[in-house]
C-alpha cells in the first residue's frame, strides 16, 4: 500500500531563516506531487506541483520555491522566511484519480 | 481557474441525523472527476468519496453519498446517522479527467451535536 510521509510535523522558526520541509512517498512510482498551504480555517492555496523528476510548476510567486530530486521526493524550500509564511503545509500525492494528503507541517514563523 | 462554491461556512446536526452540504462548481468541460474530502481537528485530509462525471450513478461509501446533478453543476454530500467522529472541516473538490491540479472549495465546517 501507499504511504506519504511529511516531516517535521512541527515548526518555529524566526523570520529572515531558511526553510526546508521535505515530503516521501512509498509504494507507488512516478506519482505527481503537490504542496499546498493552508491558512488557520481557511481553503487550500496550491503552492507548487510536480509531474516527474526536476519538473516543478509554481502556482503562486513567493518567496517559496520546490524541487524534486527523486521520483517519490518533493521539498519545500525557503531562503528567507515572512511572517505570512506561516500556516498548514500540506504534501500530496495522486494516483492519476484521487488525491491522498500526508499528515503536515504546522509552520510558525515568529 | 476552474471555481468551487462552498455556500455554507459552517453547519451543525445532532447526532444521529442527516445532514447535506452544498457545492457547486464551474466548468465547460465534460470529462472530469469531483470529491469530498474531510479534515478532522488532526488537520489530516481524509478522502471522503468520489465521483466521475462521466457516471449517472451517484456514489456512496457508508454513511456518504452524493448528489450529483450534472446538468446544474451541483455535487451535494449527505452524510447519515451522523457520529461524532463526523464532525470535521469538509472540502469539495475539482479535477479535469485529463488535468494534474485539483481545484478546492473554501470549505465547510460541520459540527455534530451529541
Known amino acids: 500500500s501507499q504511504t506519504i510521509h511529511q516531516w517535521p510535523a512541527t515548526l518555529v522558526q524566526p523570520v529572515g531563516s531558511p526553510l526546508s520541509l521535505e515530503c516521501t512517498v512509498e509504494g507507488t512510482s512516478n506519482p505527481n506531487l503537490y504542496w499546498y498551504r493552508q491558512a488557520a480555517g481557511r481553503g487550500l492555496q496550491l503552492l507548487f506541483y510536480?509531474?516527474?523528476?526536476?519538473?516543478i510548476s509554481s502556482e503562486v510567486p513567493q518567496n517559496l520555491s520546490a524541487s524534486r530530486p527523486q521520483d517519490r521526493q518533493f521539498i519545500l524550500s525557503s531562503k528567507k522566511l515572512l511572517l505570512s509564511d506561516s500556516g498548514f503545509y500540506l504534501c500530496a500525492w495522486t494516483n492519476g484519480y484521487e488525491q491522498y494528503f500526508g499528515p503536515g507541517t504546522r509552520l510558525t514563523v515568529t | 481557474a476552474q471555481t468551487v462554491t462552498q455556500s455554507q461556512p459552517e453547519m451543525s446536526v445532532q447526532e444521529a441525523e442527516t445532514v447535506t452540504l452544498s457545492c457547486t462548481y464551474d466548468?465547460?468541460?465534460?470529462?472530469?472527476?469531483l470529491f469530498w474530502y474531510k479534515q478532522p481537528p488532526s488537520r489530516q485530509m481524509i478522502l471522503v468519496i468520489r465521483q466521475e462525471a462521466y457516471k449517472q450513478q451517484n456514489a456512496t461509501e457508508n454513511r456518504f453519498s452524493v448528489n450529483f446533478q450534472k446538468a446544474a453543476k451541483s455535487f451535494s454530500l449527505k452524510i447519515s446517522d451522523s457520529q461524532l467522529g463526523d464532525t470535521a472541516m469538509y472540502f469539495c473538490a475539482f479535477r479535469w479527467s485529463t488535468g494534474n491540479q485539483f481545484y478546492f472549495g473554501t470549505g465547510t465546517s460541520l459540527t455534530v451535536i451529541p
Open positions: 466548468t465547460s468541460e465534460s470529462n472530469y472527476y
Open positions: 510536480s509531474v516527474g523528476i526536476g519538473q
